[in-house]
């Protein structure tokens, strides 16, 4: 809160969902592996072909968070919101875990 009194500029509250990125020998592997990731809920997920047929398969979560707090150094949202954002934020983290 002290550093928020003090900012004079926008403050965001962001917390970046899990992400996991895989090398992956075979497409096929690539593909059953993102069958997983989709069927154990990480609906972002995908696979990318790079240049020389590298092949990456990324889990990612969906559970991002991405707040604004303040505007030109003006507070808009109370404490008892930010300690609020802060715990859904943590319980984020543990289904993150």
């Known amino acids: ?20 990125h895989v090398l992956c020998r075979e ?5 059953l592996l993102h069958s997983v990731a989709i069927d154990s809920g990480f609906r972002n997920s995908g696979i990318t072909v790079g240049r020389g047929g590298k092949i990456t398969m ?5 559970h991002c968070l991405e707040v604004p707090l303040s505007h030109k150094g003006r ?3 109370s404490e008892e919101y930010i300690e609020f954002l802060v715990h859904v934020a943590n319980q984020k983290m543990e289904e993150n875990i």
């Not at 497409?27 to 593909?31: I, R």
């Open 58 to 62: 990324a889990v990612r979560s969906t």
């Open 27 to 31: 497409l096929q592997d690539a593909q």
């Open 75 to 77: 507070l808009m949202v």
């Open 1 to 20: 809160m002290a550093a928020l009194e003090k900012a004079t500029g926008d403050v965001v509250f962001k917390f970046e969902p899990f992400v996991l």
